[in-house]
């Protein structure tokens, strides 16, 4: 009786360490490396705006806001567009952008040739944020506190999507 008590102890500490080691494994590896969205429905223009963000192993990032047909998903313009690095640290991402792009305001969209750099002569600020994996992994919470230099930096925290 011993033994099988021991034996079912065993069992039951090797499936809960290894499902914590799983997770923790995917979590800093493969899962995060993965391309992410927010889709949103513009009523005014009846398009998708969507939000994505692109991260890739070599510690390189792509951003955009772009907007989409709904029924297709076909590339109507883009908004913004930024490309940069990231560091990761436990769960913490820290994002340094390297280029920035916005459309001018009197267009709501163009090509991506037609987006113009952000000028800002001190360069940019990292970023860093804390992940947070929902729905087993198929959504991904990047909660950034506010930022008192730059106000616009406090919006809420986007849940992105893994892209189909």
Known sequence: MKHTNFLIILIW????????TNW??????????????????????GLNSVAT???????????SITYR???????????????????????NITFTP??????????????LDDLNPVENSNGFLPVTSTLEYRDNGMKLL????CNDI?????APSPIYNRAD
Request: one cysteine or more; proline letters at 3%; a negative charge.
């Open 53 to 63: 963000l692109v991260i890739n192993e070599d510690r390189t990032f792509t951003k």
């Open 69 to 91: 047909q709904p029924n297709s998903g076909k590339l109507v313009g883009y908004y913004f567009f930024s490309t940069g690095t990231y560091q990761l640290d436990d769960k």
């Open 150 to 154: 730059a106000l616009s930096s406090c």
């Open 98 to 111: 390297n280029q920035s792009l916005f459309i001018d305001n009197d267009k709501p969209w163009g090509e």
């Open 24 to 45: 923790e494994d995917s979590f800093s590896n493969g899962s995060l490396y993965d391309t992410w969205e927010v889709v949103n429905l513009h009523e005014g223009y």
């Open 142 to 145: 990047i909660a950034t506190p």
């Open 13 to 20: 500490f090797a499936i809960s360490t290894s499902s914590c």
